[in-house]
Structures are given as structure tokens and as C-alpha cells.
């Protein structure tokens, strides 16, 4: 437990009308805990190691490539197979085909995503997107997890 120290100053004060004798005042100050020193060292304790970053990079998630026979196959006919390729088709992707395939009471990227690909959190935010161009941010921000 930190130990608390009274500091006890001496102050003479003086009266400059009147010539009357000096007066001692004892003053005490607030008790100081050694709480601060301790702080100190808490704080230079907190720095991150650049060691942290490698960490991170290897608990990225791997990134699974679907076989021909699990697929998704497009209404205009391209194959995807894999997060990157669906972003990438999403950039000319027309809105019909893109509602063709979300508009139903199951959206088929997600149903995809989740099943096949395995990514059950990247399929629950791309329910919310509208528009192929809501999909392809919701899909970049999802790959930054994987190591690719």
C-alpha cells in the first residue's frame, strides 16, 4: 500500500503598517500518495511491441476457393468462386441480375457465402446492402480479414 507523507512548511509573514513581531504559521500541505511515480512507470509499461503486427497478420482467416462443382453460377453467366471474385464481378454487375439474386426471400449471396465459403459474418452484413455497389464495400472491408 502506498505510504502518505504530511509536508509541514514554516512561513513567517510580517505587518507592514504596524511594526509588531514576526507571527509563525504552520501551513500543512495536501498529503501526496506515491501514486504518481507508479503511473509513470504504468504508462512506459503500455508501449506496443512491434512484435504485435506479425501477430496479427498470422490470425488472419484463410481464404477459401470454391471447387467448379460449388460454385455460384450468375444469372449473366460468369462463375464465381471465392469473396474476390464476387467483389471483383460486382463492379459490372447490371442492378437487374443483382436483385435477380437478392430480392428473393433468401438472398442467394449470403445462402452462398455462408455455406460454401463459410463466412457466416461477412454473409450477415451483405444481407443489409441494396445495391451491388453497398455489396462490394461490405465485401472489401470482410477480405482485410484474410490473408491474401
Known amino acids: 500500500m502506498p505510504t502518505k507523507k504530511t509536508v509541514t512548511k514554516k512561513v513567517t509573514l510580517k505587518k507592514v503598517a504596524t511594526k509588531a513581531p514576526k507571527k509563525v504559521v504552520k501551513k500543512t500541505t495536501k498529503k501526496v500518495a506515491q501514486k504518481t511515480a507508479t503511473k509513470k512507470v504504468a504508462k512506459k509499461v503500455a508501449k506496443k511491441n512491434p512484435v504485435s503486427k506479425t501477430r496479427s497478420q498470422t490470425n488472419k482467416k484463410t481464404l477459401v476457393v470454391a471447387s467448379n462443382s460449388t460454385s455460384f453460377w450468375v ?42 465459403l463459410g463466412d457466416e459474418a461477412c454473409a450477415v452484413d451483405l444481407e443489409k446492402a441494396k445495391t451491388p455497389k453497398a455489396a462490394k464495400t461490405t465485401i472489401t472491408r470482410h477480405l482485410k480479414l484474410y490473408n491474401i
Open 75 to 116: 444469372t449473366d453467366g460468369s462463375v464465381l468462386n471465392s469473396l474476390v471474385s464476387l467483389r471483383d464481378i460486382l463492379d459490372t454487375m447490371d442492378k437487374k441480375v443483382y436483385s435477380y439474386h437478392t430480392d428473393k426471400p433468401q438472398n442467394d449471396f449470403t445462402n452462398w457465402i455462408a455455406a460454401v
